[in-house]
């Protein structure tokens, strides 16, 4: 891109409402719902769909925050991967998005890609007694999480998670994932 006019073309194209590269932190949280809140009163939306919308983000926030894989250093090109994280969300004519990325350890890939096929192979009854079953585990992870998160995330949007995995190198890739809030 030769301007920042053309980033601008390009999230207006993308109809982007925001857009957020950087550390998250529990600030950060706070400041995103705070904004979309105005960005949805504007448009007048249904309390209903502001409901879905911020009960998504707050469980995408949240994975960001909690589950991005600390720095890492690949000493073979000398490049350091930070903790950052990409957050944008858009507004199309009929639906939310929220998209976000972050890096995290290859090594990881295979149990998080488990896990999304897991969800989206499950409808709405199913995913409710999963949540359950978990919920009534109370096991926790390494990152003191349930690993409800992108079960609750298909919940709350009744849609199927948009995923992608983009390998930079043997170590790290850079996970991408797209929730759709219909209106």
Do not use: W
């Not at 991967?81 to 858009?90: E, P, R, T, V, W």
């Not at 199309?92 to 890609?113: A, F, R, S």
């Not at 926790?140 to 609750?152: E, Q, Y």
């Amino acid at each position: 891109m030769n301007s920042i006019y053309d980033i601008f073309k390009k999230l207006d194209e993308r109809n982007i409402l925001l857009s957020f590269k950087g550390m998250v932190t529990s600030e950060l949280l706070t400041t995103i719902l705070s904004i979309m809140e105005s960005k949805m009163d504007a448009y007048e939306e249904k309390p209903k769909v502001k409901k879905k919308v911020f009960n998504v983000l707050v469980e995408c926030l949240q994975n960001l925050y909690h589950h991005i894989d600390k720095d890492a250093i690949n000493a073979e090109e000398k490049v350091t991967f930070d903790n950052s994280a990409l957050l944008m969300i858009a507004k199309n004519t009929d639906n939310y998005q929220i998209m976000t990325g972050n890096y995290m350890e290859t090594k990881n890939v295979e149990e998080l890609k488990g896990k999304l096929e897991l969800v989206n192979s499950m409808d709405k009854l199913e995913l409710k007694a999963y949540y359950k079953e978990i919920l009534s585990n109370g096991t926790r992870s390494s990152k003191g999480t349930a690993g409800l998160g992108m079960i609750d995330i298909a919940r709350k949007s009744g849609q199927k998670l948009d995923y992608y995995f983009e390998e930079i190198d043997t170590k790290m890739t850079f996970f991408s994932l797209t929730v759709k809030i219909a209106e």
